[in-house]
C-alpha cells in the first residue's frame, strides 16, 4: 500500500457533502501516515453527481456503485447511501478487496448485518461505521473518563435523539420514510445514534421493551429535490416507517437505560443527548451544545455540574484544531472519524468503531421492533 | 361554617414544616374568604411536637391521631405522616366529619385509596391531596397554556424525577426506605408527582410497562434523628423499596410517554422535570429552575425555544407574590395549594387535585409494578 | 431586654409586605434567642394601613411615623418607605433609643448618611441596612469562598442590575421616578444592590466614572395606586431620574469593576448578576437563577464553570431551610436578613451589614454621580 | 479578470491555518462566482513554511512578503500576521493592483489605518477585513432583525470579551504580549472584535472613556514554538501591553454602551458576547454558544428570552452548510467570511467590511488608550 488511499464514495447527498469535506479536511488539520484522494464519487443521476464531483474536488464519477467497487484504482468503497443499499455495496467491496466504511445504520435487517461482518472479516479488509457523534471531543473525552472510574459504575442510562423536521404534516416524503429503503425512521436513524453511544460508553445492552408509533401516517409525494430540505410532488403517499421509537434497556453491566428518538419534538433541532449516572458522578452530553461535557463528581470539594468545554489542547482531536473556547461544529466529527480511520489502516488496525458495534446496534434495534410486536421485554442478540 | 377553618396537623417533621409554613402565610399573601386556624398538631414525640407546637405557632398537641381526629373544635385533618398511615386516618376523619387534605402520594396500595375515596364521597367532606408541583405558576400557566391548544395535540411525555441523596452507601435507613411505611421508594415518592404532573396536563394514562431496581441493598441503621438528613445507629438494615423506576405509558389520548425516577443520579437535586411535545409546539419544566416554563411554538415569527419566567402579574399565583423577576421557591408551592384549598372550600367546591387525582396516580404507579412482575406491558386501572 | 424585640415598621407597600413575610418566618424556621413582636405598622393612608395591620398581622397602626418613634412598646424601627425620608425618622428613631433596620439606599445624600451614622452611633442602638441580595445562600458562601482564598486575587468586579419594568412608555409615575423622594432612579434603587455585592465581595472602591441617561423623559401621571404595577392618572408628568447607570471603578484592592443598572432591559426581569475574576477562579452569580453559584477553579482536575446549587445543608442559611434541591425564592433573603439581625441583637452585637456599609454605598453612588458631571474619575469618600 | 482568484497569504500559525481552510471550504460549500486558487504562502522560516504549504495544499512559497506582494501570478493578498506588519504590506500590495485582505485590528495605529484606506482607495482595489464574528449566522441574523426594526431604538449595548489564556503567570511571552508587534494586549485583539459587532449591529461610537490594566508584569521568555500555546526559554521579559481594557461608551445615536475585554478570566475561554437592548426588544449572543441567538421581543403574545438555534435554511449562510441543528463551529466563521469576499469580487464590489470599518474600529480602541492617559471621557475620530 502508497502513501495513499484511494477513496470511492456512493452517495452524494447530505452524507456525501459530509464525507468529501472530511477527506479534504483530514489531511489539512492532521498529521497522517496515509492521504486520502477522492477519486471517485459515485450516484445515478449522472449531471447531478458530476457537478458534486466538480464542486467537491472528485477526480471521476460513476454512476453503479458495482462499476466503482471493480476499479482498480479504488482502495476503500465508502458508503453514503440509503440503509437497503449498504449490505450489497458493503460485502461486493469486501469481495473486492476493498476497505468499507459505512454510514449508519449498519445495515436494514440484523441478516444484512451479519453477512456484511461475515464478508470484512473473510476478506480481511479493514471496515469502520460512521457513528460520527463519538467522535466528538466530548464524547472521547468522556470515554476516557468514565475508564478512569471517575462516574464509578454506571446504574443510568438516558438518551434522547429529538428532532422536529417533520412536525410539519406537509413537509413531504423522501426515502427516509420509506420502509423499503430507510428500514425504519426515527428508531433507525436517530436510534442508532442513541444505542451506539450507550454501548460506546456503558457496554452491551441485554434486553429491552418498546414501542414505535406513526402519529403523521400520510404526506405529500416527494418533489424533484430530496434530502432534509424537501420539495412536495402531485398527491400523497403513505408513510411506512415509524415517526418516534421509546425503550427501555437492561444492560449486561446492570445499568438500566432509557431510550426514546422523535422527529416530531418542536424545538428540537438535533438534540442528540445522553446522561449516565454512576455511583461516583454524573456525564451528561447534548449536541445541541456539542462542545461541552457536563460532569458531576462526588469527588470534589466543591460540587456541582461543571461545564467542560471540551476544546482544550489535551482534549481528544483538539491537538488539530484551534485554541481552548473556538468551537467546533458538526462536520468536524467526520474530519475526526476520517482521520481516526486513516490512521488505523495505515497502521494496518481495523478502525473504531467497526461493523461489530454497527451490528451490535442494529441487534438492538431490532429487539426493540421483536418487542414492539410481542408487548413484552426481548432479548438482544449478541453478535461477537 | 364560620369564617375561620380549624386546622388539625399529622405529622411535624419535613411536610409538617412547609404545611405548617402554609397555613401561616396563606391569608397573608392571598385575600381568603376562610382564615386558617392552626388549631392542633399531633405526632406520637410528645416533648418533639410540643416544641414544634411552640416554634409554628400551633394552639395544642396530640400525640394519638385518633384524638385529634375526634377533636370537636378540627374542621380539617391534614396529613403529613408516612404514606402508609393516610388511609386509616383520612377514613376516620372522613367519618369524624372532617374535611381531609392528604400528602402523597394517596395510599400506599390502590385497594387503600379506593377504601378513602369512598369514605370522603359517602361523608360529603371536601378533600385535596397536595401535588404540589401542580401549584407552581410555571405548571399552572402550562396547563392554561394546554388548554388554550398552544403546543395543540400532545404526542410526547417525558419526565423525569431525578435526586441524588442516596447516592452515599452510607446514607442511614429511615422510613423512606422501608415497604412497610413508604410502600415503595422512588417509584411512589417521586414517581407520583411525574405521574401526577402528566395527568394534569395530559390525562389519562392507559398502559405501562416499566423497570423498578434496588442497587443499594443494605444501609446503615437508622439513628436517632430521621428525615431526610439522617445519622447512623449501629448495624445495617436492608433497605425493602426500590432506588429507582422506569416506564413507558400509552395515554389514552394518544400520546406516548417515559418516565424515570431516581435517587441516584448525582447532581441531580430535585430534577423534577417534564416535556410534552405536541403537534403545535413543546412545553418544558424542570423544578431545578422552577420559576422558568420553556415553550416553543411553530406558530413564532422567530422561532425558538422560550424562558418564560413565569412571575408576571397575570401569572397564576402571581397576583400575590412579588413583581416580576422576583423568585418564588419550593414552599411557595404549598402556600398556592393551601390558598386554592381554603378558597375552594369557601365555596362549598371540593379542591382540586383531589382524592380522585390521588387514586388514579397510585393506578398508575400499581400498574407498573404488576409490569415490574410480568415483564409486559400492563392496563392501568381508571377509578371513577 | 426581654427575649422579645418589638417592631415597629414604617411603609407598607412591597418592603413593608416582604419585611412582615419576614418577621412572620424568622422565627419559625430559625432557632432564635429574640423573638420579633409585630407591634405597630405606620403609613399613612389609614385606611389602607389598617388593613395590612389585619392581613399581615401587626397588633396596632400609626399614621405618623413620628408617633411610632415614640411609643414606648417600640424596640426597634424598621424604615421601608422612600429613601427621602429614611433620614429623618433613623435619626429620630436612633435619638429615641430604638434600634434601627433601613431598606436601602441608606438615605438620597451621602450628608444624610453621615448624620444617620453619627446618630445610632451616638445612641448606641443597633442599626442594619437591608442589603437583602447579601444574605442569599449563593452570596454567602461567596463569601466564604472569597475568604477561603478559593479565587485568589480578585481582578475583574462584573455587575448588571437589569430590569425592564419602564421599558413600556406608558408605564405611568410613581415615587420611584421622581428625584424628590428616590433621590435617583436604577442608580440608587439597583445601582446600590450591586455596588453593596461587590463592596461586600471585593472591598472598597476607591475611584469611578461614569454616565447615567434618561430615555424616557416623560410618563403618563400617577393613578391612585402606587407600587411597582401602577395605574395611570390624567396627564403626564415629567421623570426626574435616571432610567440607567453605568460606570467603571478600581477598587482599593488593585480590582477593575465595571456596573450597569437599567430599567429599560427588555427580558431582563431582576437581573441582578456579578461575576468576579480571580487569579486561581471566577465566581458569578445572578438573582434570576439565586439558588445557583457558579465556580470555575483553575485548581480542578477537570476543568469546567461549576453549578453549586446552594441549597445543601452545610451551605449557609440553609440548615433552616430544606432539603437540597428544594429551591429559595425572593422571601427567603428578607428571612435571612431578619433573622441574622435579631440574632446580632440577641448578643448584643451589631448586625451586618449596618450603615456604615449603607453611607459607604452611598459614598459610590455619590462619587458617579459627580463624575457625570465633571466628565472624569471621581474619587470616592469613603466612610469610617 | 479570470474566474479564478490567485490567493497570496502572509502568515502561517493561527490564522494563517484558519485562512487556508477556508480557501479549501468556501467554494465546495457556496456556490461562488469566483475561485480562489491558492497560489502562494509567506513566512520567514522557510522550512516551516515549506511543510505549512505541503499540508495545506498552497502551490508554491516565499520567505520575504515583498516578494509575493510583486508576483504577477497574484491577485489578493491575504495578511494574516501581526498588526505591526499590517500597514507596510497592503499598502505594498494595493500599490502593487492586488486586493487586500488583512486580518483585525487593521493596524497598531491609527495613522497607520488611515494610510492603508488611501492606498486601497487610490489605487482602487478590493479591500476587506477579517471582523469573523460578523459572520456568524446568528450575528448575521441579528444584524436583519435590527434593520427590521424588531429589538426597536437601541438604548444598551453590553460587550465583553473574556478569555482566560493568560491566567497563568508561567504562560511564558509571545507575539502577542509585545507592544511593538501587537500594539495593545486584550483591547486590540479582543476589545477590536467586540467594537466592531457593537459598530456593525448599532453604529458609531461618539466618545468613550476608559481604562487599561497590565496586572501579571513579567513573564518566562518565548521559546521556539509560537501562537496561542507556548513553550518557555529561559529568563524572563517584561509584558508591554495590557491584560485588559474596560470603557464606556456614548454611540452617535444614543446608545450607551459598556466593553470590557480580558485574558485574565478565568474559564472564560472565548467568551465574546454581546447583547442590545432596544425600545422593543432584546438581542444577545456568545460565541461560546455561537450557533444561538437569544431574542426577546415585547411584540412576543408569550414573552421570555426566545432561544433561535440560528441553524434553519434561511438563516445568513445556512444554505451552504447542514440541515437545522447540526451545528457551525469558528472555523466556519472564516469560510463564511472568504464566500462573502469572493462574491463580492466577483460582483466587482467591496466587499463587507472593508478597511473603513478596520480604520474606524482602531479609532475606537485610540480613544480609549487616550482616555486612558486623560481620565476623562474622549471623542473617537470619524474616519469617512
Known amino acids: 500500500m502508497s502513501s495513499t488511499l484511494n477513496i470511492g464514495l456512493v452517495g452524494y447527498k447530505f452524507m456525501g457533502k459530509a464525507h468529501s469535506h472530511a477527506y479534504q479536511s483530514a489531511g489539512r488539520f492532521f498529521d497522517l501516515d496515509l492521504t486520502p484522494v477522492m477519486k471517485a464519487v459515485c450516484g445515478r443521476n449522472e449531471a447531478a453527481v458530476k457537478e458534486f464531483a466538480r464542486q467537491w474536488g472528485w477526480d471521476s464519477i460513476e454512476t453503479d456503485w458495482r462499476q466503482l467497487v471493480e476499479r482498480d484504482d479504488i482502495d476503500l468503497v465508502d458508503i453514503g447511501s440509503p440503509g437497503s443499499t449498504h449490505a450489497e455495496i458493503a460485502i461486493a467491496a469486501a469481495k473486492a478487496g476493498k476497505h468499507v466504511y459505512c454510514e449508519k445504520p449498519l445495515a436494514n435487517s ?14 480481511g479488509v479493514k471496515h469502520m461505521i460512521n457513528f460520527n457523534y463519538r467522535k466528538t471531543p466530548a464524547m472521547a473525552l468522556a470515554k476516557k473518563m468514565i475508564e478512569a472510574d471517575e462516574i464509578g459504575e454506571v446504574r443510568h ?8 423536521w417533520l412536525v410539519d404534516p406537509e413537509f413531504p416524503m423522501n426515502w427516509r420514510m420509506r420502509k423499503e429503503t430507510a428500514g425504519a425512521g426515527a428508531h433507525g436513524d436517530l436510534g442508532a445514534h442513541s444505542v451506539d453511544l450507550a454501548r460506546f460508553l456503558v457496554g452491551d445492552i ?4 418498546g414501542e414505535t408509533r406513526t402519529f403523521i401516517t400520510e404526506r405529500p409525494a416527494e418533489g424533484t ?6 420539495t412536495a410532488g402531485e398527491g400523497t403517499e403513505p408513510v411506512t416507517v415509524d415517526d418516534c421509537s421509546l425503550f427501555l434497556a437492561k444492560f449486561a453491566g446492570g445499568a438500566l437505560g432509557s ?16 446522561e449516565l449516572n454512576g455511583s461516583k458522578g454524573t456525564l451528561a452530553w447534548c449536541f445541541e451544545d456539542l462542545n461541552v461535557l457536563e460532569f458531576y463528581s462526588t469527588a ?23 485554541p481552548p473556547g473556538h468551537m467546533l461544529g458538526y462536520d468536524h466529527t467526520f474530519v475526526n472519524a476520517v482521520a481516526d480511520m486513516l490512521q488505523a489502516i495505515a497502521q494496518d488496525k481495523n478502525p473504531s468503531p467497526c461493523f461489530l458495534a454497527g451490528a451490535n446496534c442494529v441487534a438492538v434495534l431490532n429487539a426493540v421492533e421483536r418487542s414492539v410486536e410481542s408487548g413484552k421485554w426481548e432479548s438482544v442478540e449478541k453478535i461477537d
Chains 1, 2, 3, 4 share one sequence.
Not at 440484523?110 to 476478506?123: G, H, N, P, T
Not at 429535490?225 to 424537501?230: H, I, R, Y
Request: contains cysteine; charged residues 25%; proline residues 3%.
Open 206 to 209: 441485554a434486553e429491552v421493551v
Open 259 to 274: 431510550f426514546e428518538a422523535t422527529r416530531l419534538a418542536p424545538g428540537r433541532k438535533n438534540f442528540n443527548r445522553i
Open 157 to 164: 442510562v438516558r438518551c434522547t435523539y429529538l428532532q422536529d
Open 110 to 123: 440484523l441478516d444484512d448485518c451479519k453477512q456484511m461482518l461475515a464478508a470484512v472479516r473473510e476478506s
Open 225 to 230: 429535490s430530496s434530502g432534509l430540505t424537501g
Open 300 to 322: 470534589d470539594s466543591r460540587q456541582g455540574f461543571k461545564r467542560i468545554i471540551a476544546t482544550e489542547g489535551d482534549h481528544p482531536y483538539m491537538h488539530a484544531w484551534w
